[in-house]
């Protein structure tokens, strides 16, 4: 590797680091960072499981350095990134397991590691193994959708494997098909989700209407990707 693409390289994983220290507390839901598993999962693809690791750890040390979080900011983070960017590379570049890496590294590993460190190491009572899987879980579902929604479009246009060469990663070819212009599709319910959750928080919207307006729209994608899937699916067994 060239020292211009190793100094790219150290550029772009201190981007995402600032990224992450910056956006984690502003674009947040309540008892859930969704911001923080969109930086893992799009470190893990562009620089790999290694770089992946070390943001997120980069980004938890700061947190709890400056903004006084829990050692849950590295709990919930470092296992998702590294089986991010493993699942992505065995999987040959298939976004969709980067995705699910990050759900399983963070919303089921993580979730339960962080039971015992918050528990005797932190001191906080009342908490049980299971404790945190729900929130971790709904935090990369959602995290995890805009990600993939990100990373699908610079996949189809190409620019993906130009990052990829560029900063001297392995690339791959994810081309688009009916399964993943469908997942797409519901997706946008994730970051629908996001978007009315904040909206509500920094308007201070309080109408009931806001409490139920972001599952609303969720399901609603949902339910568009699915008669999306199935339409698709009979016009091409019809033809």
């Known amino acids: 590797m060239t020292n211009s693409k190793k100094l790219l390289k150290m550029v772009v994983l201190s981007m995402l680091i600032a990224l992450g220290v910056v956006?984690?507390?502003?674009?947040?839901?309540?008892?859930?960072?969704?911001?923080?598993?969109?930086?893992?999962?799009?470190?893990?693809?562009?620089?790999?499981p290694w770089y992946s690791l070390l943001c997120a750890t980069l980004i938890g040390i700061i947190r709890m350095a400056t903004m006084g979080i829990p050692p849950i900011?590295?709990?919930?983070?470092?296992?998702?990134?590294?089986?991010?960017?493993?699942?992505?590379?065995?999987?040959?570049?298939?976004?969709?397991?980067?995705?699910?890496?990050?759900?399983?590294?963070?919303?089921?590993?993580?979730?339960i590691v962080s039971y015992p460190v918050m528990n005797f190491i932190w001191g906080k009572?009342?908490?049980s193994w299971l404790f945190y899987v729900p929130s971790f879980i709904c935090g990369t579902l959602i995290g995890g959708s805009i990600a993939y929604v990100f990373l699908r479009k610079l996949a189809d246009?190409?620019?993906?494997?130009?990052?990829?060469?560029m900063l001297a990663s392995k690339s791959y070819q994810d081309n688009s098909s009916l399964l993943s212009n469908t997942?797409?599709?519901?997706?946008?319910?994730?970051?629908?989700?996001?978007?009315?959750?904040?909206?509500?928080?920094?308007?201070?919207?309080?109408?009931?209407?806001f409490d139920v307006l972001p599952y609303v729209s969720l399901f609603a994608c949902i339910l568009m990707a699915i008669i999306y899937y199935v339409w698709r699916k009979v016009k091409k067994d019809g033809r």
């Open 157 to 165: 246009n190409g620019m993906l494997v130009r990052i990829q060469n």
């Open 125 to 127: 009572e009342g908490l």
């Open 183 to 209: 997942l797409v599709i519901a997706a946008f319910g994730a970051i629908l989700f996001v978007v009315i959750e904040i909206a509500s928080a920094i308007f201070k919207l309080t109408s009931p209407i």
């Open 73 to 111: 900011a590295l709990t919930g983070a470092i296992f998702g990134a590294f089986l991010s960017g493993v699942c992505y590379r065995m999987s040959k570049g298939k976004i969709m397991f980067a995705v699910l890496g990050e759900i399983v590294g963070t919303g089921i590993i993580g979730a």
């Open 23 to 48: 956006i984690s507390p502003i674009l947040r839901v309540e008892g859930m960072c969704p911001m923080a598993h969109f930086i893992n999962i799009v470190c893990a693809v562009f620089l790999g």
